[in-house]
């Protein structure tokens, strides 16, 4: 015999998810994006939330919501410090939490922006998944600049990693290029270091909570290679040539090696991939 629907299993009738994506990025308090973040995930996984569309939820916004502080600078004008000690580690902490702060924005716009392309389902079970850890990296960071009497908003912070936003919002493969594939296997490569600094400090607490990160971030860059592969499948066009295409269009930086190639390839970004736009764009 069938169960009866509680109220913790019924559809929310009227609230989608393209809605939720629209209100986290919108939200300007951290605490309200993280909390959305957490319930929305719920719901999608309990399958309780609709899809939705992007023309009837209204656009995304051009810019994420944001607390009053941190101040926003240019990245040419933010203060080059080489700190040690406490206030080093508060700097640290402070630039990863920004990051992450970012990633949960970016996510969820990837999310609401780009749901009229048609997509399997497993497509947003995958990204509704990274916009929750994002959530959580945001949340541990922060937590840990607790314990050290800081806060995020302390100090400032650059304002360059919503420009790569921008210039990606008309086209799914770009910005799956860009985020994914280019800075978020960045973070691969630099990640394992900052791990065994902390360990060599004797900061076990940052080091446990940069290697969930890390973790984390494999997974992020294998949907991003994931579904990358699966719109070049779609058109019939060859990934590894889109990919080189699509990174001089759109990303201003370079790629940086050393590279780790290891995990990258765990995520499934062969070198054919970055390689050559470490020589091309370098
Ligand atoms: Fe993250
Ligand atoms: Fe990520």
């Known amino acids: 015999m069938r169960q009866p629907v509680t109220e913790e299993q019924a559809p929310l009738q009227g609230d989608t998810l393209v809605a939720r994506a629209n209100a986290i990025v919108r939200a300007p308090a951290t605490a309200d994006k993280v909390a959305l973040a957490y319930e929305t995930a719920k719901a999608w996984f309990q399958r309780r939330l609709a899809l939705g569309s992007p023309s009837r939820e209204g656009g995304m916004p051009d810019r994420p919501g944001r607390p009053d502080r941190p101040v926003l600078l240019a990245p040419r004008d933010m203060p080059k410090r080489a700190l040690g000690g406490e206030a080093g580690r508060i700097a640290l902490l402070h630039s990863l939490a920004h990051i992450e702060l970012n990633a949960v924005d970016l996510t969820w716009d990837l999310i609401g922006r780009f749901a009229h392309v048609r997509l399997p389902r497993s497509y947003y079970d995958d990204w509704v998944r990274v916009g929750l850890e994002e959530a959580k990296h945001f949340s541990l960071l922060e937590a840990r600049l607790a314990d050290l009497r800081a806060a995020y908003g302390d100090l400032p912070a650059h304002d360059g990693l919503w420009q790569a936003a921008q210039d990606t919002g008309h086209d799914l493969a770009a910005r799956l290029a860009v ?104």
């Open 179 to 282: 985020i994914p594939l280019v800075l978020e296997a960045r973070g691969l490569d630099i990640t394992p270091s900052m791990i065994a600094k902390a360990e060599s400090l004797g900061d076990e607490a940052t080091a446990r909570i940069l290697a969930i990160i890390y973790r984390d971030e494999k997974t992020h860059v294998a949907f991003g290679a994931k579904w990358f592969r699966f719109l070049c499948d779609r058109t019939g066009t060859r990934p590894e040539p889109r990919f080189h295409d699509l990174v001089r269009t759109h990303f201003k930086g370079t790629l940086k090696p050393p590279f780790n190639d290891r995990a990258r390839s765990e995520a499934g970004l062969t070198p054919g991939f970055y390689r050559p736009l470490a020589r091309l764009v370098g």
